[in-house]
């Protein structure tokens, strides 16, 4: 519980920064979807209720069949294929939500704090073996009005390391009004694995610290 909140403040704190930083700016509309100071005021805002409402799902005799199916697949496959297919499907569905960001269904949609939270557990649950190349898919497909989703890997001390060099160097890509007040965030955590980094680049650039 203590990590969760002190994750919900650490991101609230980067998307109140970044708005600061994009008001000061005359910034043109991202192409396709909301612009920078609109994901950030997502970040910080509730979710709504009818959005968070599960599906009816299909009629009890269809999950029946189809669970009859499944089973019958399952049945045929060994093991190892079957771990296989398990493995399969978790990469689709972190893959499927990665797109849902791109130019599906979540385009066009703020950045809230549960969407920070589902899009990190879902990254938790790939294999491992298949973990670098979703997450490499994933920075190549998120744009900047959309970064805060990877900001929750960025500063999520559950994520392995090499994860967490990857979100980084993408960070520091991205446009200035993005990239700063996350940088300035793990600037204030000395225990963060990109702290010295962070830390030469403000004293190669003459960034102010507070």
Not at 102 to 131: C, H, I
Not at 178 to 190: A, F, G, M, S
Request: with cysteine; proline share 5%; hydrophobic share 40%.
């Amino acid at each position: 519980m203590k990590k969760s909140l002190y994750l919900v403040a650490v991101i609230a704190g980067v998307a109140i920064a970044v708005l600061i930083n994009i008001l000061k700016r005359d910034a043109t509309p991202a192409i396709g979807g909301d612009n920078a100071a609109k994901t950030v005021r997502g970040a910080i805002a509730s979710v709504d209720p009818a959005a968070a409402a599960p599906n009816p799902g299909a009629p009890q005799e269809e999950q029946e069949a189809t669970e009859e199916e499944e089973t019958e697949e399952k049945e045929e496959l060994t093991p190892e294929e079957q771990a296989e297919r398990e493995e399969e499907k978790l990469v689709e569905a972190f893959d499927a939500l990665t797109d849902k960001w791109y130019e599906g269904e979540f385009s066009a949609k703020s950045v809230t704090m549960p969407d920070v939270e589902a899009f990190v557990a879902q990254f938790k649950t790939l294999p491992p073996a298949r973990r670098e190349e979703c997450l490499q898919r994933a920075l190549n497909l998120i744009s900047d009005d959309h970064a805060l989703l990877l900001v929750g890997l960025l500063l999520d001390r559950e994520i392995e390391k090499e994860y967490v060099e990857l979100v980084f160097n993408d960070v520091l890509n991205r446009d200035e009004d993005v990239k700063k007040p996350i940088l300035h965030e793990i600037y204030k955590d000395r225990t963060h694995p990109n702290w010295a980094d962070v830390a030469w680049i403000f004293d190669a650039t003459g960034e102010e610290t507070k």
